[in-house]
C-alpha cells in the first residue's frame, strides 16, 4: 500500500505538464501512472483541477543576517512562511568569523538540527579576510558536501558591511582551489571603485534619497563587474560561477556573451528585480522594495525576462532577510536603508502570475526557474527539483483559478510585505515535504521541525556548462 496518493491534477515533470496521478512511499515518488492507475493508498490529497509542480528549491536566502541585526527574523518565520508559498528547500548562508555569531560550520549545522521547517543546505561565505588557511580547506569542505562559497567584489555601502569585499587576488584563489575540487562559486558582483565614488559624489550633492540607489548602485557597475569576474574565470579550467542577482541589461549580456565561449556561467535573478523598476523607489513607502544591488530600469526589467525565455537567466532566488516594518522603515537614504525584503511565501504564486499567466513562458520554464535548474547548479538533482521516480516528495500544489490581492496580514512572513495590493492568478493549497502532508487547504497541519541538512555533489555537468539548457 502507498504511504500518500495524488490524484487528479496535472503534473510537472521535468517533460511537462501531463495528467498524472502520484504515488508516495517512505518519502519518495515511487509510482507516476495514468489517472485512476495507482494502487490503494493509506492517504489520497485530491489536485483535481489543479497543478502539481516539485517543490520550491530557494538557492538564495538569509535566514541568519549577518551582524546581528535588530528585528531581523529567523528561520523559524522564514521556514514557516516557506511552506505555505511551496518552498520546500532553501540554501542559507555561513558567514565565517566576526559576521556571525555561528563562526564554523559544526556551528551552524548543530544550531540548525531539528529547527528547521524544510530541508536546507549552506553556502560558505568567504571575503578578503579569508587567510591562506581558510582558503586551503576548501577542498575538505566540499568532500563534506559544501561546495558553493559566496564572495562579494564590493563593501556594498560605504557604511554597513566593511570586509565583505573580496580582491582579485583572494578571489582567483578562491576560485582555483574551488574549480579544483568540482565546487561553484557564488558572486556578488559589483565594481567597488564605482560605487564608493558614486555615494562620495551623492553625499557631497546632498542626493541621498533613495531613488538615487540605481544612479550608485548603477547598471555600469554591474557590466565591469561582472565581465571582471567572468574574464578571470576564463582563465581558470573548470571555473564553474554562479552570479547572484543579475540586475541590468549588461548583466544578461555579459552572462550571455560569457556562456557562448562555453564557460560554465549560471544565473539568478529575483522578483524585485523583475516585476518593479527604480521608479518604484519614488513611492513614498518605495523603500519596502529595496534589495542591494538596486532595481533598475524598464529596459533591464524586460533584458531580465528575456534571458529568463531563452535560458540564460536560470534561477529566481529571494535574497530576502526576513525583517520587521520597524528595521526596513528606519530609513530610505542610499546608505542606510535595509536591503532585504520578505519575499519567501508569495514568490510562486507571483512567478506563475507572470510567467505563466501573462508572459505565456509556461509551467516547463515556471518550474525550471523555481526548483530544478537550483537543484541541478548545486547538486541536490534529482533528489530535489523534480517530480520524478526516485526523488524526494517534495510537492506544492497550486490552484490556478484562486485570484487574489495580496494582503500583508494574510502572510506568515514578518508584518509587511513589498507585494501588498498586488493581484495574483494562482496560490499554493498544499505543501508536501518528504512525503508528509505540511499545509492543507492554506492551512499548516504539521508542525514539525525535521527538515533535513542537505550535504551536496555537483555534477560534472555543472563544471562543463551543461547543467541546466
Given at each position: 500500500?502507498?504511504?500518500?496518493?495524488?490524484?487528479?491534477?496535472?503534473?510537472?515533470?521535468?517533460?511537462?505538464?501531463?495528467?498524472l496521478?502520484?504515488?508516495?512511499?517512505?518519502?519518495?515518488?515511487?509510482?507516476?501512472?495514468?489517472?485512476?492507475?495507482?494502487?490503494?493508498?493509506?492517504?489520497?490529497?485530491?489536485?483535481?483541477?489543479?497543478?502539481?509542480?516539485?517543490?520550491?528549491?530557494?538557492?538564495?536566502?538569509?535566514?541568519?543576517?549577518?551582524?546581528?541585526?535588530?528585528?531581523?527574523?529567523?528561520?523559524?518565520?522564514?521556514?514557516?512562511?516557506a511552506?505555505?508559498?511551496?518552498?520546500?528547500?532553501?540554501?542559507?548562508?555561513?558567514?565565517p568569523?566576526?559576521?556571525?555569531?555561528?563562526?564554523?560550520?559544526?556551528?551552524?549545522?548543530?544550531?540548525?538540527?531539528?529547527?528547521?521547517?524544510?530541508?536546507?543546505?549552506?553556502?560558505?561565505?568567504?571575503?578578503?579576510?579569508?587567510?591562506?588557511e581558510?582558503?586551503?580547506?576548501?577542498?575538505?569542505?566540499?568532500?563534506?558536501?559544501?561546495?558553493?562559497?559566496?564572495?562579494?567584489?564590493?563593501?556594498?555601502?560605504p557604511?554597513?558591511?566593511?570586509?565583505?569585499?573580496?580582491?582579485?587576488?583572494?578571489?582567483?584563489?578562491?576560485?582555483?582551489?574551488?574549480?579544483?575540487?568540482?565546487g561553484?562559486?557564488?558572486?556578488?558582483?559589483?565594481?567597488?571603485?564605482?560605487?564608493?565614488?558614486?555615494?562620495?559624489?551623492?553625499?557631497?550633492?546632498?542626493?541621498?534619497?533613495?531613488?538615487?540607489?540605481?544612479?550608485v548602485?548603477?547598471?555600469?557597475?554591474?557590466?565591469?563587474?561582472?565581465?571582471?569576474?567572468?574574464?578571470?574565470?576564463?582563465?581558470?579550467?573548470?571555473?564553474a560561477?554562479?552570479?547572484?542577482?543579475?540586475?541590468?541589461?549588461?548583466?544578461?549580456?555579459?552572462?550571455?556573451?560569457?556562456?557562448?565561449?562555453?564557460?560554465?556561467?549560471?544565473?539568478?535573478?529575483?522578483?524585485?528585480?523583475?516585476?518593479?523598476?527604480?521608479?518604484?523607489?519614488?513611492?513614498?513607502?518605495?523603500?519596502?522594495?529595496?534589495?542591494?544591488?538596486?532595481?533598475?530600469?524598464?529596459?533591464?526589467?524586460?533584458?531580465?525576462?528575456?534571458?529568463i525565455?531563452?535560458?540564460?537567466?536560470?534561477?529566481?532566488?529571494t535574497?530576502?532577510?526576513?525583517?520587521?516594518w520597524?528595521?526596513?522603515?528606519?530609513?530610505?537614504?542610499?546608505?542606510?536603508?535595509?536591503?532585504?525584503?520578505?519575499?519567501?511565501?508569495?514568490?510562486?504564486?507571483?512567478?506563475?502570475?507572470?510567467?505563466?499567466?501573462?508572459?505565456?513562458?509556461?509551467?516547463?520554464?515556471?518550474?525550471?526557474?523555481?526548483?530544478?535548474?537550483?537543484?541541478?547548479?548545486?547538486?541536490?538533482?534529482?533528489?530535489?527539483?523534480?517530480?520524478?521516480?526516485?526523488?524526494?516528495?517534495?510537492?506544492?500544489?497550486?490552484?490556478?483559478?484562486?485570484?487574489?490581492?495580496?494582503?500583508?496580514?494574510?502572510?506568515?512572513?514578518?508584518?509587511?510585505?513589498?507585494?501588498?495590493?498586488?493581484?495574483?492568478?494562482?496560490?499554493?493549497?498544499?505543501?508536501?515535504?518528504?512525503?508528509?502532508?505540511?499545509?492543507?487547504?492554506?492551512?499548516?497541519?504539521?508542525?514539525?521541525?525535521?527538515?533535513?541538512?542537505?550535504?551536496?555533489?555537483?555534477?560534472?555537468?555543472?563544471?562543463?556548462g551543461t547543467?541546466?539548457?
Open positions: 500500500m502507498l504511504d500518500l496518493a495524488i490524484v487528479g491534477g496535472i503534473v510537472v515533470t521535468p517533460e511537462g505538464p501531463s495528467a496521478d502520484v504515488g508516495v512511499t517512505e518519502g519518495l515518488i515511487t509510482h507516476l501512472v495514468a489517472p485512476g492507475a495507482l494502487p490503494e493508498a493509506a492517504r489520497t490529497v485530491d489536485a483535481s483541477a489543479k497543478l502539481v509542480l516539485p517543490g520550491g528549491v530557494d538557492p538564495h536566502v538569509h535566514t541568519n543576517a549577518p551582524g546581528g541585526m535588530p528585528n531581523v527574523l529567523g528561520r523559524d518565520v522564514i521556514g514557516l512562511a511552506l505555505y508559498g511551496g518552498m520546500t528547500t532553501f540554501i542559507d548562508f555561513i558567514w568569523g566576526e559576521h556571525s555569531p555561528q563562526t564554523t560550520l559544526d556551528d551552524m549545522i548543530a544550531e540548525w538540527d531539528g529547527t528547521s521547517y524544510t530541508d536546507y543546505g549552506f553556502h560558505i561565505v568567504m571575503s578578503d579576510q579569508a587567510s591562506d581558510h582558503i586551503d580547506q576548501i577542498p575538505a569542505l566540499i568532500e563534506q558536501g559544501f561546495p558553493s562559497f559566496k564572495i562579494f567584489t564590493t563593501n556594498i555601502t557604511t554597513q558591511f566593511e570586509g565583505f569585499r573580496t580582491s582579485t587576488g583572494t578571489l582567483f584563489e578562491i576560485l582555483t582551489r574551488t574549480a579544483a575540487a568540482n561553484i562559486v557564488d558572486i556578488h558582483a559589483e565594481d567597488d571603485e564605482l560605487v564608493m565614488h558614486q555615494y562620495r559624489k551623492h553625499f557631497e550633492a546632498g542626493k541621498t534619497d533613495i531613488v538615487y540607489m540605481p544612479d548602485h548603477t547598471t555600469l557597475s554591474e557590466d565591469l563587474s561582472f565581465r571582471h569576474v567572468l574574464q578571470l574565470a576564463s582563465h581558470i579550467d573548470n571555473a560561477v554562479y552570479m547572484h542577482h543579475v540586475t541590468a541589461k549588461t548583466g544578461v549580456d555579459a552572462v550571455r556573451q560569457y556562456r557562448a565561449t562555453g564557460q560554465p556561467i549560471y544565473a539568478e535573478t529575483l522578483a524585485v528585480l523583475t516585476l518593479t523598476t527604480a521608479a518604484s523607489y519614488a513611492e513614498p513607502d518605495g523603500h519596502k522594495y529595496h534589495i542591494y544591488p538596486s532595481i533598475k530600469f524598464e529596459e533591464d526589467v524586460e533584458a531580465i525576462w528575456a534571458g525565455a531563452d535560458g540564460h537567466i536560470h534561477t529566481f532566488g535574497d530576502g532577510v526576513c525583517c520587521l520597524e528595521e526596513k522603515d528606519r530609513s530610505r537614504t542610499i546608505d542606510g536603508t535595509f536591503g532585504g525584503v520578505t519575499g519567501v511565501e508569495p514568490k510562486m504564486a507571483l512567478l506563475y502570475t507572470e510567467m505563466v499567466r501573462k508572459r505565456d513562458l509556461g509551467l516547463k520554464r515556471l518550474v525550471e526557474v523555481t526548483s530544478e535548474n537550483a537543484a541541478k547548479i548545486f547538486g541536490l538533482y534529482p533528489r530535489k527539483g523534480a517530480v520524478l521516480v526516485g526523488s524526494d516528495a517534495d510537492f506544492v500544489i497550486l490552484d490556478p483559478e484562486d485570484r487574489r490581492v495580496i494582503d500583508p496580514t494574510d502572510m506568515h512572513e514578518g508584518d509587511y510585505t513589498p507585494w501588498g495590493g498586488r493581484e495574483v492568478y494562482g496560490w499554493p493549497v498544499a505543501t508536501i515535504l518528504g512525503g508528509r502532508v505540511v499545509i492543507e487547504g492554506g492551512v499548516l497541519v504539521d508542525d514539525s521541525t525535521g527538515g533535513q541538512l542537505l550535504r551536496r555533489t555537483l555534477d560534472p555537468s555543472v563544471a562543463r547543467a541546466v539548457d
